[in-house]
């Protein structure tokens, strides 16, 4: 089976910075597009990036500009840079992959509050 483990997650300051990892593992993960989608209470799942097996991305315009997606094939790990966050990104963080299967992390809370 496929798995999907979330870290890295926690409580900052509106315009501070977290660093989000997503390890995976059942997977030739090289080949893999890798998204992160966030939830926030009472809201629908809400796409935020994606990362191609050849390294494109694309991000949701709530998050342009502040968020970056990257991969690390060698560790088999993709992460989410979020900068200058604000109370609006609260969610859980949620790493996604389709192949071999549909596949979803359990979630790391981000929450941004003074």
């Known amino acids: 089976q496929v798995q999907l483990v979330e870290s890295g997650g926690g409580l900052v300051q509106p315009g501070g910075s977290l660093r989000l990892s997503c390890a995976a593992s059942g997977t030739i993960f090289s080949i893999n597009a890798m998204n992160w989608y966030r939830q926030a209470p009472g809201k629908q799942r809400e796409w935020v990036a994606r990362i191609t097996s050849s390294g494109s991305t694309n991000y949701a315009d709530s998050v342009k500009r502040r968020f970056t997606i990257s991969r690390d094939n060698a560790k088999n790990t993709v992460y989410l840079q979020m900068n200058s966050l604000k109370p609006e990104d609260t969610a859980v963080y949620y790493c996604?992959?389709?192949?071999?299967?549909?596949?979803w992390g359990q979630g790391t809370q981000v929450t941004v509050s003074s």
């Open positions: 996604n992959t389709n192949l071999p299967v549909l596949a």
